[in-house]
């Protein structure tokens, strides 16, 4: 079976816990990047239970880290969920 943990790796401490933790298991990270104007447009539809204002500090600390390797990028800007669903399986496919 598939865990899916929702989480948000700010830390490159983060990330190294769960490769510690999982050492062994097929262990996908994936970071789900928008479009800075989509994100904006996305939370305020959410209304007054979203982020706010951290919702742009999270896509600035993102957006600086976007080379690195340890996880899969998937800019879903001009997707709905079950196209990000679609590639997820996908990359999870490839590596199974």
Avoid: C, P
């Avoid at 830390?11 to 298991?25: A, C, D, E, P, S």
């Avoid at 994936?30 to 500090?57: N, V, Y």
């Avoid at 993102?62 to 997820?88: A, G, M, P």
């Amino acid at each position: 079976f598939n865990v899916f943990i929702d989480d948000v790796l700010e830390r490159k401490g983060q990330i190294k816990y769960y490769k510690n933790h999982f050492k062994g298991m097929n262990l996908y990270i994936f970071l789900l990047f928008s479009k800075k104007e989509i994100l904006k447009k996305r939370e305020k539809l959410r209304g007054k239970s979203a982020m706010g204002k951290r919702t742009i500090e999270l896509y600035k600390k993102f957006e600086r880290n976007l080379d690195d390797k340890s996880w899969h990028i998937i800019d879903n800007s001009s997707e709905n969920l079950e196209q990000t669903v679609q590639r997820i399986k996908k990359i999870i496919g490839k590596h199974e």
